[in-house]
């Protein structure tokens, strides 16, 4: 048997390597580890390869080097529509299908697994309750929802069929300040009771430290360090310590702000 299969490891990233159809080298040697349970933040700023490291979990993507393993087994070996069925993915724009209902979207996954309708109902049901769904939302469409309400529509769709690992591309970052709050506050009680493992890609270093168990900062396609939240702010390291500078100007700035 694989050691990560064992050990609490659910992915694993063993020094992969991936180049675009234009011939870029988006990653180079990437090697990590994604502990079960985890909320794992891939951090950088844009063209850093967070979405291409995402998108080589669920096989959206191909390494051109390297392996990528989920629950010790390698991702090239397993049906791909398998592996993506038993993968929750929420993305930034929600992905939910405009003549779908709300009802639908969400028991979308669990009607392609042939789920009793039934069961699907009050599955529905309860995963809305559970990010905030009110009933009455359950027969409109996409288009009459807020931002904030469709994120928790596609939330709810990822975890539909309950999957063992989430991964989650910039799913706040378009909404506004405060809905944007109160759904990482929702994240945040919503992983104490379900304890998924989260790959979870942010530009955002203040998102990364409050959400995250542990924080991989990438740069130019190579991983520069892996922190926990505390240990990201006392970092020497050079990147982590501009980052943090950053973030902590931002801080500044706004306290400044409000007492003018």
């Given amino acids: 048997m694989d050691r990560s299969s064992t050990n609490g490891v659910a992915i694993e990233f063993r020094d992969v390597s991936y180049v675009s159809p234009t011939g870029q080298e988006v990653l180079s040697g990437l090697n990590l580890e994604v502990l079960r349970g985890e909320t794992f933040v891939l951090l950088g700023r844009s063209g850093s390869g967070k ?25 090239a070996g397993v049906d791909v529509i398998a592996l ?26 669990p009607r392609i697994e042939g789920w009793a309708e039934d069961r699907i109902r009050e599955r529905v049901q309860e ?21 904030g309400q469709r994120q928790r529509v596609g939330v709810a769709r990822a975890l539909a069929a309950d999957p063992a690992l989430l991964l989650m591309d910039e799913p706040f970052g378009s909404l506004d300040p405060l809905t944007r709050d109160e759904l990482q ?4 009680l919503l992983q104490q009771r379900l304890h998924k493992t989260v790959v979870f890609v942010t ?3 203040g ?15 190579r991983l520069v360090t892996v922190l926990a939240p505390q240990e990201f702010l006392r ?4 990147w982590v310590a501009a980052y ?16 003018e």
């Fill in 51 to 75: 979405t291409t490291t995402l998108k080589l979990v669920n096989r959206l993507l191909s390494p051109s080097a390297g392996e990528v393993r989920v629950d010790g087994a390698a991702t």
């Fill in 84 to 109: 993506r069925r038993s993968i929750g993915y929420v993305i930034q724009d929600v992905g939910l299908f405009p003549h779908f209902t709300v009802e639908r979207n969400i028991g979308l996954v």
């Fill in 127 to 147: 995963l809305s309750q559970l990010v905030g769904l009110e009933p009455r939302l359950a027969s409109r469409y996409p288009r009459q929802l807020s931002g």
């Fill in 185 to 188: 506050r929702e994240f945040l």
């Fill in 203 to 205: 530009h955002d270093v």
């Fill in 207 to 221: 998102e990364a430290l409050r959400l995250g168990s542990r924080v991989a900062l990438m740069e130019a396609g």
């Fill in 235 to 238: 970092s020497g390291d050079p």
């Fill in 244 to 259: 943090v500078k950053a973030f902590k100007a931002g801080l500044d700035s706004a306290a400044n702000r409000g007492t």
